[in-house]
Antibody, heavy 118, light 110 residues
Framework: QVQLVQSGAEVKKPGASVKVSCKAS????????MHWVRQAPGQGLEWMGI????????SYAQKFQGRVTMTRDTSTSTVYMELSSLRSEDTAVYYC???????????WGQGTLVTVSS | QTVVTQEPSFSVSPGGTVTLTCGLS?????????PSWYQQTPGQAPRTLIY???TRSSGVPDRFSGSLLGNKAALTITGAQADDESDYYCVLYMGSGISLFGGGTKLTVL
């Protein structure tokens, strides 16, 4: 069965960077896109970007351009989301979600809480 | 800047039918936006309900259906049950790999 297992919770100081991982199993890693979605406390879901695990191409939401980098390691079937210049407003649960190119998120990771606090 | 619009809240009686909508701040939603719908309860990851306007995700009961209604995408829940009480989010595909969530609708069943 498809599983997306994310790395554990992180606490970071403002200005730092965080890198969250999402290890996929149960399917051919390079056959499906991976999205990253976040949710701040008490807020709605927010799409951050997409990566094609096959070639590594990415598209990012304009809001995160210049601050987010999504990468993949095909040898370990893992995708990564790195967010830099963290501020308190980046405190959120970050999800990876396997899907297609058109915004269909079929399977979700369990979420990773990132807390940004001085 | 395009905004995806959803009703902030809605209520339905047990056994009743409710239609939630998903629109655009400018323009009409069509199948080219590949609307999808997600259900989320507090503290849980979202659950996928509908994709490509009206295709149910695996395991989703046929009480949930998607459609286009006028210039919006719509999610209809028939025979509402207590455990349908959740937040519902739509997503629209904006082109070039970019997707956009609506603000979500908090559905109350009472």
């Amino acid at each position: 069965q498809v599983q997306l297992v994310q790395s554990g919770a992180e606490v970071k100081k403002p200005g730092a960077s965080v890198k969250v991982s999402c290890k996929a199993s149960g399917y051919t890693f390079t056959s499906y896109y991976m999205h990253w979605v976040r949710q701040a406390p008490g807020q709605g879901l927010e799409w951050m970007g997409i990566i094609n695990p096959s070639g590594g191409s990415t598209s990012y939401a304009q809001k995160f351009q210049g601050r987010v980098t999504m990468t993949r390691d095909t040898s370990t079937s893992t995708v990564y989301m790195e967010l830099s210049s963290l501020r308190s407003e980046d405190t959120a649960v970050y999800y990876c979600a396997r899907g297609d190119y058109y915004g269909y998120f079929q399977h979700w990771g369990q979420g990773t809480l990132v807390t940004v606090s001085s | 800047q395009t905004v995806v619009t959803q009703e902030p809240s809605f209520s339905v009686s047990p056994g009743g039918t409710v239609t939630l909508t998903c629109g655009l701040s400018s323009g009409s939603v069509s199948t080219s936006y590949y609307p999808s719908w997600y259900q989320q309860t507090p503290g849980q990851a979202p659950r996928t309900l509908i994709y490509s306007t009206n295709t149910r995700s695996s395991g989703v009961p046929d009480r949930f259906s998607g459609s286009l209604l006028g210039n919006k995408a719509a999610l209809t829940i028939t025979g509402a049950q207590a455990d349908d009480e959740s937040d519902y989010y739509c997503v629209l595909y904006m082109g070039s790999g970019i997707s956009l969530f609506g603000g979500g609708t908090k559905l109350t069943v009472l």
